[in-house]
């Protein structure tokens, strides 16, 4: 990671499609987890923007980023302010011809989406970046700014409830 | 459920992202520009834009996207304009002006952007000579960088570099295809390029009314409505002023 943010801040251009390459699988099933029918939109949004941003640091501040921690600080920024965003966003370019290959859904996304939207905000980012993306703890603590003991909580006991609910459900 | 039943599930729920996600990235962060063909008087025309505004026009015939790869250094792939620019697009084709069509001229230096901002405003069907556009863009005696610039404009058709001309009124050279679709542009807009070009021939740059005591640019809405009567024909400014006229306050000569 460290040389992919010394690569980005010799060349921002040329390097930073590795940035979506290596991130897009994550950020796209976090978000989908999370934020459900517009992941893909605000995964192309949350690259977008890390991109602006980036332009905007020096290079000494792109080699010391955390970079995956950062990218999914954005990531979750704009999936709480989906909403509202929506209304002010950028003029959108639209690709022709072709909507690509899309992976079918896990069959019990649904499911589980409801299962994790009855944790607290924080339990559920915090469970679905532990368990859904992988993210350790560290990066995770990073992304949503929180100290690492509160975020190794929050998973705990997210993940006690799930089961909890599971049961219920039986 | 145990616990570590509820984990693998979870982990299960992770997938693989759309395959064109990195691709809408790229033209969303303008590091690829989208391209898509329109009608124009010249034929069809691939105009490519990004999040920023339209960045070019060039013809439809031969290789358009490796002419642009080759020119900007960035690919270009198929795709749609943000909805608002759609008609205003071919709007901007049709009228040659841009209008409230943004135009991303990024790259280019401040002085060239300077000078295709007064290009774009000059009236469709009239044309204004490269030194009055250096005047007009603050770099009197610019007249030689203004030529390079509109040889240069990345947006021909939308910034009208057809209606500008040498500094002695003749037609003079066209990035879009050679100077014969310069001719044809003009004389579908009405400026009958023939005739200004006979008038450059004889030396002659500007006219002007003996009634009004006024002379313009030949092209002018004041200069056309001169009737052949009152006609004075001008060698430059200085012999018009000497003459007794005043510079028309629309054509600003």
Redesign the interface.
Known sequence: MEALCSRLATDLERSFPEVVRRFQNEIFSGLRTLAGADAEDLAQETFIRAYRALQEYDSERIRQLRLRGWIWTIALNLGRNHARDRARRPQVIGLENDIGAHDPEPADLGAWQRRLAALTPAMRKAVVLRHVVGLGYDDIAAALNRPEGTVKADVHRGLERLRKQLEMET | ???SG??A?????????????????????G?VD?Y?MYESHLGEVMVT???RGVTSVDLAEGDPEGRFEARFGRKV??????S??QQKIGRALEKGQPGSLPVDLEGMSEFRQRILRVAATIPRGQVRPYSWLAVEAGSPGAARAVGSTMAHNPVPLIVPCHRVVRSDGRIGQYSLGGPHNKWSLLTWEGAEPGRLEELAMAGFRYVGSETTRVFCHPTCVNARRISETHLQRFRSKESAASAGYRRCAVCRP
């Open positions: 459920m145990t616990k509820i984990t599930q979870l982990e299960s729920l992770a997938g693989r992202a759309p395959s064109l996600l990195l691709r809408s990235v790229e033209v969303g962060a590091l989208g898509s834009f990004n999040p792939v198929p795709a749609r304009p943000p608002a620019w």
